[in-house]
């Protein structure tokens, strides 16, 4: 079945330490995206790709980085310099960008920093 | 500056009740697109529609129905008949045209609906 796939679900981690959450599709969307969480809030921008080894940043890219190597693929680090890590991650990916494309979104992973 | 505001954090209804999201916007641009997204407790994101400014027709698709009335910018969602699968967290969100650089779509906080049977 085509779709997005997000690694793993559940992350837990200790403060200070960099982590990498995963984002695969097998749609051959162009675009992806990476979103943040928050109980009570819509979700946030972090970052986002037009296509292979170009991306941009979104609202809130401080303390994250990303690369895109492959077209399917939109790895997300989250790293010691992000001051609240502790949230939900979604991966997104659309045609190609802008709102006339639908986002596919994947299940998330829920990272938790201690 | 562009908002989207979901002023019911949460609802419960009953099963087979009719329920109503509310959702109102605010947006310098004269066009742009209004989404609904549905989060069920998996996680991830399901589209539901996508109404671009210039048409203002109101949508049925099945139990769900939407009334876009710009003149009071507000895009509000209507389930008929709610089912005990209808509960979820339900964002509204707002994306500009993408006239030079990419619009990024903006979400509402969300509204989490309990339908209880």
């Known amino acids: 079945d085509g779709g997005i796939t997000q690694s793993p679900k559940y992350l837990f981690r200790k403060e200070g330490q960099n982590v990498t959450l995963s984002c695969e599709q097998n749609l051959n969307h162009d675009a992806m995206y990476w979103y943040r969480q928050d109980p009570g809030q819509g979700l946030r921008l972090i970052y986002y790709?037009?296509?292979?080894?170009?991306?941009q940043k979104g609202d809130i890219a401080e303390g994250y980085s990303v690369s895109r190597e492959k077209k399917e693929s939109f790895p997300l680090t989250v790293t010691s310099a992000q001051k609240n890590p502790t949230a939900f991650y979604l991966c997104?990916?659309?045609?190609?960008?802008?709102?006339?494309?639908?986002?596919?979104f994947g299940p998330g992973t829920r990272l938790t920093v201690t | 500056a562009q908002k989207v505001t979901q002023a019911q954090t949460e609802i419960s209804v009953v099963e087979k009740e009719d329920v109503t999201l509310d959702c109102v916007y605010e947006t310098r641009d004269t066009t742009y697109y209004l989404f609904w997204y549905k989060q069920p407790p998996s996680g991830e994101l399901v589209f539901l529609i996508r109404r671009n400014s210039f048409d203002e027709q109101n949508e049925i698709s099945g139990r769900y129905s939407w009334n876009f009335q710009k003149s009071t910018s507000s895009f509000n969602f209507t389930i008929t008949a709610s089912q005990v699968v209808d509960s979820a967290v339900y964002f509204c969100?707002?994306?500009?045209?993408?006239?030079?650089?990419?619009?990024?779509?903006?979400f509402g906080p969300g509204t989490s609906l309990s339908v209880i049977p």
């Open positions: 969100a707002l994306s500009g045209f993408m006239k030079t650089s990419y619009d990024k779509v903006i």
């Open positions: 997104a990916s659309s045609i190609d960008l802008g709102p006339d494309y639908e986002q596919y």
């Open positions: 790709s037009q296509i292979v080894n170009d991306f």
